[in-house]
């Protein structure tokens, strides 16, 4: 194992139950979000997303999840994913330990086919959790959305004694709809199941503050962390995969070189086209100020 970055954005090179166990303090983390390898076979740089069986995977889990709630505050928030199938285990698992308040599915559309003989998956769960109903983090402020009744429709409530056009803004409901992050975003790197930006900006946003501790147990491209830092919050971020690692350090801002090698984004396949273009043609001022190529 081991420990990257500074003292208010901390990066953990090791096995999450190890750095869970032996590094981070009870009662410490104010926020808490855990998208965890879902056993269904991804990729990860050589590494298969898949257990021997489902208990085994179920089992290790649950590992994870009581650490998890064990470094949590008594005012934290606890934010988990995992794949459709799963959840329901999570669910049953988690409320007999910790009080769901929501529970969320991340939807998103998709070009491709999904399946051709059953209805194929269109959304991801997340479980929303906190310790104690009567104090925890939620800053309604920070995540309002159009309310589209009254914001563009202007109906009236005529239930209350002075008929009043319906508010114009809202707290987001339980389905939200972010597109998934494609290869060619620019907060794109190379990950197979790297979360979008905005998804964590209303996680954040909503269920923690200026100078709280956010923690990532399965940080991936540390969007969590990244996300983190740029609205003043302190981070954990723990990693198992060198090069993913090396991601969150650049990405943070948090080195330039790691293991002395230069930290630099992925370059894109069409990223290389356009430098070869750029390369092989030459832009020419002519008197008239306009501009012509000229190869060379």
């Known amino acids: 194992m081991e420990i990257l970055g500074n003292e208010r954005h901390k990066i953990f090179h090791g096995d999450a139950l190890e750095v869970l166990r032996t590094e981070i303090m009870d009662n410490s983390v104010d926020l808490i979000f855990a998208d965890p390898p879902y056993n269904i076979g991804k990729n990860f740089i050589g590494h298969k997303d898949k257990w021997s069986t489902e208990d085994d995977y179920l089992n290790w889990c649950y ?24 959840m329901p285990f999570f669910d049953i698992y988690l409320r007999k330990r910790i009080k769901i308040l929501s529970r969320i599915a991340w939807y998103y559309d998709s070009s491709g086919v999904q399946a051709k003989k059953y209805y194929g998956s269109m959304y991801e769960p997340i479980l929303f959790c906190v310790k104690d109903t009567d104090n925890y ?32 803004e809202k707290v987001p409901g339980n389905v ?7 290869y060619r975003m620019d907060e794109y790197e190379n990950h197979p199941t790297q979360k979008p930006i905005a998804l964590l900006e209303r996680i954040i946003k909503a269920s923690s503050k200026e100078g709280d501790v956010v923690m990532d147990p399965f940080s991936g491209t540390f969007t969590t962390c990244f996300v983190a830092k740029e609205l003043a919050r302190n981070t954990i971020g723990i ?32 990223e290389t086209e356009k430098l070869a273009t750029a390369y092989n043609l030459k832009l020419f001022e002519e008197p008239n100020g306009k501009y012509f190529h000229s190869k060379h």
């Open 63 to 86: 590992k994870w999840l009581d650490l998890c709630i064990q470094k949590l505050k008594s005012n934290g928030s606890f934010y988990v994913m995992t794949a459709t199938q799963f």
């Open 137 to 168: 983090t939620f800053n309604t402020d920070a995540i309002l959305v159009e309310a589209k009744t009254g914001a563009k429709r202007k109906l009236i409530d005529y239930r209350k004694a002075i008929p009043t056009v319906y508010n114009s």
């Open 176 to 182: 939200w709809e972010f597109a998934r992050v494609r």
């Open 239 to 270: 990693e198992l995969q060198n090069e993913y690692v090396k991601i969150g350090l650049r990405r943070m801002q948090l080195a330039n070189e790691f293991n002395g090698e230069k930290l630099h984004k992925e370059i894109r396949t069409f």
